[in-house]
């Protein structure tokens, strides 16, 4: 697989998932939802959605890893396909905990925001695979 990435002086060829910025920003938002969880009140409710946020949120970068450079073409494009899929429930879940949390809406809202990030580099670089 030969991706590339713009930088001052034209395109350099990325030879790690760890140059992509949407797995950069997967992983950014894992770690952010880390220390919110560990904010977050030791009652059932708040570790049900932090479980299942954390496990989504998780497989978005992971999928990411795993694609990339083991697979090609449309088997690559079918692990960005999950980790869309699951950069979606991660968002889904986010929501809940900002209405369930009102007094961590802030954190949850900048999550929200750099997975949304996170969602649109997906969505770009599926369609491109998919040409």
Known sequence: MSMRVKNRGGYDKITSYKQLRFWITA???????????????????????????????????????????????????????????SARETEYWLDLLKDVYLRFVKETEEILLINEQTIK??????KSLRK
């Open 27 to 85: 992983r950014q938002v894992s770690l952010k939802l880390v220390e919110l969880s560990r904010k977050l009140p030791n009652e059932q409710i708040a570790r049900i959605i932090v479980n299942q946020v954390l496990r989504s949120a998780f497989s978005v970068g992971a999928n990411i890893a795993e694609g990339f450079g083991k697979y090609k073409g449309k088997e690559y494009a079918r692990f960005i396909q999950v980790a869309l899929g």
């Open 121 to 126: 580099m997906l969505v770009i670089t599926l």
